[in-house]
C-alpha cells in the first residue's frame, strides 16, 4: 500500500460552531491543515479537541460554518460518505471475528472484490507488521497489537484523512513511546494527512508537524511544536506546553515590577499588566555570587532561598523563593552531585534573553 495508492487531501475549516443543546463547545474555528501533514489537537479534557475532531469525521451534531476536505464540503454528508479513517481510543475491534476479517470488514462492506480485498488486507497487516497474526483473533493480542489492528483496518480502505483519538491512552507509558514513532513512521511512508488528538504535550511535541491548542472550544494558537513552546502568544499557552514559571507585574518606564518588590529592566514595547514567564531549565542556581563583572550585562543576578527540591532523575527541579515569588529551576543531575539542602541561600542567574513578556 504505497504512498502512491493512498489519496490524501488536505483540511479547511472556516467558523466552525457547534453547540450540545444551550451548550457551545466550539467557538469560531478557523483552520488549515496542509495535505500529508501529521497534525495535532492539543488541549485539556473538554476542550473541543475531540468534539472538533469528530466534526471533521461526520460524528455529532450538525455544526456552523464549513468543512472542507480537499475541495469538497462536506457539512451534511454522513460519515460513510467522507472517506475520512478514524481510529478510536477503544480501537471498536470485533471480538468474535479474526484479525483478517476486522480488518476486511470495511471492505467487504463497499462490496470490493475479493481477490482486491485479500491483497489490500495482506498489504495493511504487512505495513504494521502483524500479517503472521492474521488468523487470531482481537483478545489474544496485546494492547499495542490490537492499536495496530485498528490503524491497518483504518487505511486498508484508502481514506483521504486518517483521525485519531486519543489512541495511545489505553498503553503503558513505554508502549505509548513506541506507538506513537510507529505511527509516526506509518504516517511518513502513506504520506497520508492525519490529525491526532492528545492532552499529553509530549506526545503532540513529538509526533506533530504542526498542533493547534484548545481551550474552552477556542484555538488558541497554531504552530511548530518549537513555536509554541518558544514564543506562546498568551498565558494559558505557556504553562499547558510544559512547565513554565509565570509572574504577574506590570511594565512602566522600562521597568518591570511586582506588588512583592521583585523589579527587573526590562526592554518592551508592552506596558501594562503583563505575565512574566521563563522556562525552568533556562533558571540557573550558584550557591556563590558570581564573580564575572560582565555577567549582569546578559543576565540578571537574583537572591533567592531554596524552598523545596525534588529528584526527578535526570534533573532536580528546585523552587526558590524570589522575594515571596516561587521560581522553579531545573538543574542537570550527574551521578554523585549534591542536592541543594532547603533553607540554602542560592544566587539565580536568569538570561534576560530567555524571559517572555506577555499581555494576556
Known amino acids: 500500500?504505497?504512498?502512491?495508492?493512498?489519496?490524501?487531501?488536505?483540511?479547511?475549516?472556516?467558523?466552525?460552531?457547534?453547540?450540545?443543546?444551550?451548550?457551545?463547545?466550539?467557538?469560531?474555528?478557523?483552520?488549515?491543515?496542509?495535505?500529508?501533514?501529521?497534525?495535532?489537537?492539543?488541549?485539556?479534557?473538554?476542550?473541543?479537541?475531540?468534539?472538533?475532531?469528530?466534526?471533521?469525521?461526520?460524528?455529532?451534531?450538525?455544526?456552523?460554518?464549513?468543512?472542507?476536505?480537499?475541495?469538497?464540503?462536506?457539512?451534511?454528508?454522513?460519515?460513510?460518505?467522507?472517506?475520512?479513517?478514524?481510529?478510536?481510543?477503544?480501537?471498536?475491534?470485533?471480538?468474535?471475528?479474526?484479525?483478517?476479517?476486522?480488518?476486511?470488514?470495511?471492505?467487504?462492506?463497499?462490496?470490493?472484490?475479493?481477490?482486491?480485498?485479500?491483497?489490500?488486507?495482506?498489504?495493511?497487516?504487512?505495513?504494521?507488521?502483524?500479517?503472521?497474526?492474521?488468523?487470531?483473533?482481537?483478545?489474544?493480542?496485546?494492547?499495542?497489537?490490537?492499536?495496530?489492528?485498528?490503524?491497518?483496518?483504518?487505511?486498508?480502505?484508502?481514506?483521504?484523512?486518517?483521525?485519531?483519538?486519543?489512541?495511545?491512552?489505553?498503553?503503558?507509558?513505554n508502549l505509548r513511546v513506541q506507538m506513537r514513532r510507529d505511527i509516526l513512521a506509518l504516517q511518513r511512508r502513506l504520506g497520508l494527512t492525519t490529525i491526532f488528538v492528545t492532552h499529553d504535550q509530549e506526545e503532540a511535541n513529538t509526533i506533530s508537524d504542526r498542533m493547534a491548542v484548545l481551550e474552552s472550544g477556542i484555538i488558541q494558537q497554531i504552530g511548530t511544536p518549537v513555536e509554541l513552546y518558544d514564543q506562546p502568544e498568551n498565558r494559558f499557552v505557556a504553562s499547558f506546553l510544559g512547565t513554565a514559571n509565570i509572574i504577574k507585574g506590570k511594565i512602566n518606564n522600562g521597568e518591570f515590577s511586582t506588588e512583592k518588590g521583585l523589579k527587573l529592566a526590562v526592554t518592551s514595547r508592552i506596558t501594562g499588566s503583563v505575565n512574566l514567564v521563563l522556562r525552568p531549565q533556562s533558571v540557573a542556581i550558584y550557591p556563590e555570587k558570581p564573580s564575572n563583572k560582565n555577567a549582569s550585562d546578559f543576565h540578571y543576578i537574583l537572591e533567592g532561598k531554596i524552598e523545596y527540591s525534588e529528584f526527578l532523575g535526570e534533573t532536580v527541579r528546585y523552587s526558590i523563593n524570589l522575594l515571596g515569588h516561587s521560581l522553579l529551576s531545573d538543574e542537570s543531575h550527574k551521578r554523585g552531585s549534591k542536592i541543594l539542602q532547603n533553607g540554602q541561600s542560592v544566587f539565580l542567574v536568569i538570561p534576560k534573553d530567555q524571559i517572555l513578556l506577555l499581555n494576556n
Not at 10 to 21: E, H, M, R, V, Y
Not at 121 to 140: I, M, N, T, Y
Not at 146 to 163: C, E, F, G, S, Y
Open 1 to 173: 500500500m504505497s504512498q502512491n495508492n493512498l489519496p490524501t487531501s488536505g483540511i479547511s475549516i472556516k467558523n466552525l460552531g457547534l453547540s450540545f443543546g444551550t451548550t457551545e463547545v466550539l467557538k469560531g474555528v478557523n483552520l488549515e491543515i496542509k495535505a500529508g501533514e501529521m497534525f495535532s489537537f492539543l488541549g485539556p479534557s473538554g476542550s473541543g479537541k475531540s468534539t472538533l475532531l469528530r466534526a471533521i469525521a461526520g460524528f455529532g451534531p450538525e455544526p456552523t460554518g464549513d468543512i472542507k476536505i480537499g475541495d469538497e464540503s462536506v457539512l451534511g454528508l454522513p460519515a460513510w460518505q467522507r472517506n475520512v479513517g478514524m481510529v478510536f481510543q477503544s480501537y471498536a475491534l470485533w471480538p468474535h471475528m479474526t484479525i483478517r476479517k476486522n480488518v476486511a470488514f470495511g471492505l467487504e462492506e463497499r462490496k470490493v472484490a475479493k481477490a482486491e480485498i485479500d491483497e489490500r488486507v495482506d498489504e495493511a497487516l504487512d505495513l504494521v507488521g502483524l500479517k503472521d497474526l492474521a488468523d487470531r483473533s482481537p483478545g489474544q493480542l496485546s494492547g499495542g497489537q490490537q492499536q495496530r489492528i485498528a490503524l491497518a483496518r483504518t487505511v486498508v480502505v484508502k481514506p483521504r484523512v486518517l483521525l485519531l483519538d486519543e489512541p495511545l491512552s489505553n498503553l503503558d507509558a
